[in-house]
C-alpha cells in the first residue's frame, strides 16, 4: 500500500527566507506525486506534479520540488518565502490501488511566516 | 473550463439530526468522484470515491453514506449526526481515463459542526 510522510507538522520561517518541506513516500512502482496547498477554510490547491521525466518541477507561486528515487523523497521549496505563503502544505502520492486511481495524502505541514 | 461546486460552506447540526452536503462537477463527463474529511489538525481521509452512477466505495465504516444519482453529482449524507462527524469535508473529482494519474481538484469544502 502506498503511504506519504511529512516529518513536519509546523514549520516557521521568516519572509524572504528560503523554505523546504520535507515529504517521504512508499510505493512499489513509479510514483506520481503531487504538492497541494490549502488556506484557512479553502479547498486544495494543486501546486506542482511529478510525472516523469526532468526529476526538478516547476510549480505555481513560485514553488518547485526534486523527485529523489534513491530517498524516497519529493521535497518542497521556495528561494524566498512571502507571507501569503503561510498556510498548510500537502504531499501526495498517486497509483494504482484496488483497480482504481486514488491520492494518498500526507498529515501535512503547517507554514507560519513571521515578517 | 472545469469547475467543482460544494454547499453548503457551512453547517451546524445538532446530534442525531440528517445530514446532505452536495457536490457537483461541471465542464467535464464520466469523472471519478471523492468525498475526503479532514479532522482538525490532521490530514485529508479518503471517505467514498464512486467511478460512475450508483457505484459507491466506502473506505473506512462509518456513519455517512454517499449516493451518486447523476454523473456529475455526488451526495455525502447521514441519518444520525454524531459528535465525531464534525469536520472538514471536500468533495474532489478526477479525470477517468486510462491516463489518469490520480490528481484530483477540489471543492471549497463544507464545514460541518455537530454539537
Known amino acids: 500500500a502506498q503511504s506519504v510522510t511529512q516529518p513536519d507538522i509546523h514549520i516557521t520561517v521568516s519572509e524572504g527566507a528560503s523554505l523546504e518541506l520535507r515529504c517521504n513516500y512508499s510505493y512499489g512502482a513509479t510514483p506520481y506525486l503531487f504538492w497541494y496547498v490549502q488556506s484557512p477554510g479553502q479547498g486544495l490547491q494543486l501546486l506542482l506534479k511529478y510525472f516523469s521525466g526532468d526529476t526538478l518541477v516547476q510549480g505555481i507561486k513560485g514553488f518547485e520540488a526534486e523527485f529523489k528515487r534513491s530517498q524516497s523523497s519529493f521535497n518542497l521549496r521556495k528561494p524566498s518565502v512571502h507571507w501569503s505563503d503561510a498556510a498548510e502544505y500537502f504531499c501526495a502520492v498517486g497509483g494504482t490501488h484496488t483497480g482504481r486511481r486514488a491520492l494518498t495524502f500526507g498529515s501535512g505541514t503547517r507554514l507560519q511566516v513571521q515578517p | 473550463s472545469q469547475t467543482i461546486h460544494q454547499w453548503p460552506a457551512t453547517l451546524v447540526q445538532p446530534v442525531g439530526s440528517p445530514l446532505s452536503l452536495e457536490c457537483t462537477v461541471e465542464g467535464t463527463s464520466n469523472p471519478n468522484l471523492y468525498w475526503y474529511r479532514q479532522a482538525a489538525g490532521r490530514g485529508l481521509q479518503l471517505l467514498f470515491y464512486s467511478v460512475g452512477i450508483g457505484q459507491i466505495s466506502s473506505e473506512v465504516p462509518q456513519n455517512l453514506s454517499a449516493s451518486r444519482p447523476q454523473d456529475r453529482q455526488f451526495i455525502l449524507s447521514s441519518k444520525k449526526l454524531l459528535l465525531s462527524d464534525s469536520g472538514f469535508y471536500l468533495c474532489?473529482?478526477?479525470?477517468?481515463?486510462?491516463?489518469?494519474?490520480?490528481?484530483?481538484?477540489f471543492g471549497e469544502g463544507s464545514r460541518l459542526t455537530v454539537l
Open positions: 474532489a473529482w478526477s479525470v477517468r481515463t486510462a491516463a489518469n494519474t490520480g490528481e484530483l481538484f
